[in-house]
């Protein structure tokens, strides 16, 4: 890849990198609990969630949920109350245990036996950019077929192999393009 764009918003643009808007995206398909945690009912969603099989407790203890058994059936039991260091736990070890649950169904979704999936890349936002410095950056619509690394990466949470996959796996097939849409205002792709 050509060097990657180091000053972004030099100039007043607005946008995220592609990697992250993926994220976003690929997180909405997992369909997350939608009650906060700090409610009752999502407390215990999630707690369910990670305490339903043996495989699923070894999971979220890998992902950073190191409480006793005692405590969580206090916990689930409603005798005690996890501390807030404790909900930031049990929300990431959450959606960690999530991602990997559901990332072998994503990938089958996305892929489609080959035909992969239509991606769209909505521009950055230039309105704060002054005319003479603008870019003509326009929709564009590019049908990705190899997901194998975008969504191991995401399952992973490794935000750096993320954006590896996603610059060199999907925006490279843009061609001379592709540096357009290092940063978008959005990623958009239903399966």
């Not at 036996?113 to 936002?125: A, D, K, M």
Request: net charge positive.
């Amino acid at each position: 890849m050509p060097e990657r764009n180091i000053e972004f918003g030099k100039y007043g643009a607005r946008g995220i990198r592609g990697h992250e808007a993926v994220a976003r995206q690929l997180d909405a398909l997992a369909t997350f609990i939608a009650t906060p945690i700090t409610t009752r009912r999502g407390l215990l969603a999630r707690l369910h969630y990670l305490t339903r099989t043996e495989h699923a407790r070894a999971t979220a203890r890998e992902a950073g949920l190191t409480v006793t058994d005692r405590t969580l059936r206090a916990w689930l039991e409603e005798r005690r109350s996890p501390s807030k260091r404790n909900l930031e736990k049990i929300e990431s070890a959450y959606r960690t245990v999530r991602r990997q649950n559901v990332s072998r169904y994503l990938l089958l979704r996305l892929t489609r036996e080959g035909r992969g999936t239509r991606v769209e890349f909505h521009p950055l936002n230039q309105s704060q950019v002054p005319r003479t410095r603008q870019r003509a950056v326009e929709y564009r619509t590019l049908n990705v077929r190899h997901w194998d690394r975008v969504v191991r990466a995401w399952a992973a949470g490794d935000d750096a192999a993320l954006d590896e996959a996603w610059v060199n796996d999907v925006v490279v097939d843009l061609g001379s393009q592709w540096g357009e849409y290092e940063f978008v205002t959005a990623i958009g792709f239903a399966a």
